[in-house]
């Protein structure tokens, strides 16, 4: 079966500091795995991709597949980055996701 | 991307009664999705739509209790009957664009339902 784990549902980081949203994934095939986020009052946006390995609002996430771990960095969070995040794992080629249960991420001034 | 609409934004309805909600979107899509955020829940994929042919359900959601269309690419709405205060949840809209990287999905504003 598949299954998205983040295992803290609330993160608080000072501004300027560090931060990394935990994502596990199990799946059986070749994972392909996403980030979203949603900010106050706006809808759920992919923040990111593994595939496209690319760097998004300073944000970067590596896939480990020996830790089956996709987590999400970020060196220097901003007050603007408080949102909520959903690691998603696509299950099929059919485009269904599985969401992880979401982090409440607060940077504090 | 694209833009993703969805109505109505809210409701407040009685048990026992039936919504449909609407979802637009003004591109070319692949693939249409509904998902369910009960409070406080990560989202839950619903049903595939398919357009011209019956949604397909996934494992605990039954064609009778959340019956959807999807009769053209762009278009399609999801009801929720005989509803009960357990369905108080936001309901969403999820699309893959036609021409854009594969699998990645757009989501609408998705419609907040209480029922009481």
């Known amino acids: 079966a598949q299954r998205v784990t983040q295992p803290e549902k609330l993160l608080s980081v000072f501004k300027g500091a560090p931060v990394e949203l935990k994502c596990n994934y199990s799946?059986?095939?070749?994972?392909?795995l996403f980030w979203y986020v949603q900010y106050s009052r706006q809808r759920l946006q992919l923040l990111l991709r593994?595939?496209s390995r690319e760097s998004i609002k300073g944000f970067t996430a590596d896939l480990n597949k020996g830790e089956t771990s996709f987590h999400l960095k970020k060196p220097f969070a901003q007050e603007e980055d408080s949102a909520m995040y959903y690691c998603?794992?696509?299950?099929?080629?059919?485009?269904?996701?599985?969401f992880g249960q979401g982090t409440i991420l607060t940077v504090h001034p | 991307s694209a833009v993703i609409s969805q109505k109505p934004s809210r409701d407040i309805c009685q048990r026992g009664t039936s919504l449909t909600i609407q979802c637009q979107v003004d591109?070319?899509?692949?693939?249409m999705f509904w998902y369910r955020q009960q409070p406080g829940q990560s989202l839950t994929l619903i049903a595939t739509?398919?357009?011209?042919?019956?949604?397909?359900?996934e494992s605990g959601f039954v064609i009778d209790k959340f019956p959807i269309s999807r009769p053209n690419l762009t278009f399609s709405t999801l009801t929720v009957s005989n509803m009960s205060p357990e369905d108080s949840s936001i309901y969403l809209c999820?699309?893959?664009?036609?021409?854009?990287?594969?699998?990645?999905?757009?989501f609408g504003p998705g419609t907040r339902l209480t029922v009481t």
């Open positions: 999820s699309v893959v664009i036609a021409g854009v990287a594969s699998h990645e999905q757009y």
């Open positions: 799946y059986s095939g070749s994972p392909e």
């Open positions: 593994h595939i």
């Open positions: 998603a794992l696509l299950r099929t080629s059919y485009g269904k996701l599985t």
């Open positions: 591109s070319q899509v692949t693939m």
């Open positions: 739509a398919n357009q011209g042919s019956e949604a397909t359900y």
